[in-house]
């Protein structure tokens, strides 16, 4: 099974600055055939279902606000929020859809300082 | 764009059984496979089981395979999930979502409730 480990478990950012979060699979997830990294980032807002932001460990979804952005292969993944807003207030998950078992990552909760 | 509607969640007793079932809407829901992701109180994302858009291959969670089953009937673009043998740790909030092999989950349905407990 592909295990996958976010940090931090939770971040306070000022509003404006920048919010990264870290993803390490326990194996690549990136597909030789194809040359992608079978890695999602969703946002999860208090009693809320999950929110798909980025896909292919880069890709962002439509309607995602550009703030956010996805960088990394293989093992080794980040999610940037550019300029922290007040509605980014969230617990972050990533997650490999390469094998079965498709792992999430423990979450990150992002709160505002 | 897919939308999904969960039911069937509720209260059931230890060892006890429950079928949730997920209504697809807006798209062919045939050009998706599907996939079941639960969330306990308090706690992360847990995926629990996919199934590809034909039916013919299904996946699960070491934690509940054996005691569930995924299926799904295009005909009636409903997605299930039969679930047997519950214990207290099958409390959650079940979502339902397309996406599982090789496929993120971009729709997701508002989630129902099982609740385990005597």
């Known amino acids: 099974d592909i295990v996958m480990t976010q940090s931090p478990d939770s971040l306070a950012v000022s509003l404006g600055e920048r919010a990264t979060i870290n993803c390490k699979s326990s194996?690549?997830?990136?597909?030789?055939?194809?040359?992608?990294?079978?890695l999602a980032w969703y946002q999860q807002k208090a009693r809320q279902p999950p929110k798909l932001l980025i896909y292919?460990?880069?890709s962002r979804e439509s309607g995602v606000p550009d703030r956010f952005s996805g960088s990394g292969s293989g093992t080794d993944f980040t999610l940037t929020i550019r300029s922290l807003q007040a509605e980014d207030v969230a617990v972050y998950y990533c997650q490999q859809y390469y094998s079965s078992p498709f792992t999430f990552g423990g979450g990150t909760k992002v709160e505002i300082k | 764009e897919l939308q999904l509607l969960e039911s069937g969640g509720g209260l059931v007793q230890p060892g006890g059984s429950l079928r949730l079932s997920c209504a697809a809407s807006g798209v062919p829901f045939t050009a998706y496979a599907m996939s079941w992701v639960r969330q306990a109180p308090g706690k992360g994302l847990e995926w629990v089981s996919s199934i590809s858009d034909s039916g013919g291959t299904t996946f699960y969670a070491d934690s509940v395979k054996g005691r569930f089953t995924i299926s799904r009937d295009n005909s009636k673009n409903t997605l299930y999930l039969q679930m047997n043998s519950l214990t207290a740790e099958d409390s959650a909030i079940y979502y339902c979502?397309?996406?599982?092999?090789?496929?993120?989950?971009?729709?997701w349905g508002q989630g129902t409730l099982v609740t385990v407990s005597s």
């Open positions: 194996q690549s997830v990136l597909y030789s055939s194809n040359n992608r990294n079978y």
């Open positions: 292919w460990a880069s």
């Open positions: 979502a397309n996406g599982g092999a090789k496929a993120r989950s971009a729709f």
